[in-house]
């Protein structure tokens, strides 16, 4: 009788996959929220999860459970939107799977395998947070968190992470190269593939770290670039979007989605920590470097872009966002697809045009309580004379 829920089941997976996404009525006039979310454990196919013979499985248990579907990198390719998500399994070990859609809202199926990495680090034991670059070099790039234990230490909690790298034209056969190498940074993550080269190089956007956790003397963003990415070392790293005091990003920030190319300057949307007396939080920013120079940041909007709400606060971790992809459509439609408190994962779209409003008229941070009100009295006093104006 229990094999009577293998089909109750099913039914609920065809549901969920066929089931229409809709806006909801949150407003900011940068970006709509949908309603549900894009990816969650419950869109894990069966599978995956079940052995699906009732001789070797008599209750229909679930042998190879999932609990969290989350950070996904993103790209558009033939008019589909491809994911590839990071999902942990009730093991706590983290693996990757593509899921693809036609709309890039809702409808989001994984491919019947997930990815197989080619196991070329025997120390590495999680990998996670991959973000997805089409290079002009013709490969599409993944560049993620390779994880292994700190072996200098009895405490069984403590990690060391590094930049793994893979390749592919597919998405479905990925060659792994070699990790990437910071000669100035101890650990690494949050790592960026730039979309083109730079005098002739590789490009990374890295977050310099001290050690797993604290970013230390990491300063925020840093860049660099190497000659070979199949053997890919940064000899120096440069501070591009900086952590600042009392700011979104005091604690830490991070990259997220790979630069977006305006003609106004790449937009990045990368990550911002802060401590709070509940733990940590993380919430999602924009800023924009220079077309010419990939180092200079021309524009950073005040605050954060994104941040958790309502349902979105709660998870394993909660009160966190978290965004490592963002697609541009061709009809320049932006999805910006993020996670929420480590647990599922969420779309927010706008379109180019907005985004670019968002990111070079949004007035920058000031940094001091006694300067943000004085700019948020500028903008009362000119609304009041428009309005007075308006209706004399």
């Known amino acids: 009788m229990a094999w009577d829920e293998y089909e109750r089941q099913l039914s609920n997976y065809n549901a969920l996959i066929h089931r229409k996404n809709e806006k909801t009525s949150f407003y900011n006039g940068v970006y709509d929220r949908w309603k549900y979310p894009v990816l969650t454990r419950q869109h894990i196919p069966l599978f995956w999860k079940y052995d699906l013979n009732p001789e070797t499985n008599p209750h229909f248990m679930e042998r190879l459970g999932v609990n969290a579907v989350f950070n996904s990198g993103a790209i558009y390719l033939d008019g589909k939107y491809y994911l590839v998500a990071r999902i942990e399994g009730n093991d706590r070990k983290s693996f990757f799977g593509v899921a693809v859609s036609d709309s890039g809202v809702d409808g989001f199926r994984f491919l019947d395998y997930p990815v197989q990495l080619p196991d070329t680090c025997p120390e590495e034991t999680n990998v996670y947070d991959m973000r997805l670059t089409k290079h002009e070099d013709g490969y599409i790039y993944g560049v993620f968190c390779s994880e292994s234990k700190d072996t200098t230490t009895n405490d069984l909690s403590a990690a060391v992470a590094a930049a793994g790298i893979v390749r592919t ?36 956007y890295t977050r310099p770290m001290d050690d797993f956790i604290e970013t230390g003397s990491g300063g925020g963003v840093g860049f660099g670039t190497c000659e070979d990415i199949t053997n890919a070392v940064i000899d120096e790293e440069i501070i591009t979007s900086k952590r600042v005091y009392h700011t979104i990003t005091e604690a830490k920030n991070g990259a997220g989605a790979t630069p977006i190319k305006t003609h106004r300057g790449y937009i990045h949307i990368a990550h911002g ?24 940041v021309i524009a950073e909007p005040s605050g954060f872009l994104i941040a958790p709400l309502g349902r979105e606060r709660v998870g394993d971790v909660s009160n966190v966002v978290f965004t490592n992809g963002a697609i541009v459509n061709e009809k320049d439609e932006v999805f910006i697809y993020y996670a929420s408190s480590d647990t599922r994962l969420h779309v927010a779209t706008t379109t180019l045009d907005r985004l670019i409003d968002y990111v070079f008229n949004t007035p920058e941070d000031p940094h001091r309580s006694v300067l943000c009100v004085q700019q948020r009295c500028d903008l009362i006093r000119k609304n009041l004379e428009y309005m007075s104006g308006s209706r004399a």
């Open 169 to 204: 034209k597919d998405m479905v056969n990925w060659e792994r190269l070699p990790n990437l190498r910071t000669l100035r940074s101890p650990q690494q993550r949050n790592v960026v593939l730039y979309p083109e080269f730079v005098d002739g190089k590789y490009a990374f």
């Open 273 to 296: 920590v802060r401590n709070t007396a509940a733990g940590l939080r993380y919430v999602i920013y924009a800023f924009a470097t220079a077309l010419d120079d990939p180092t200079r």
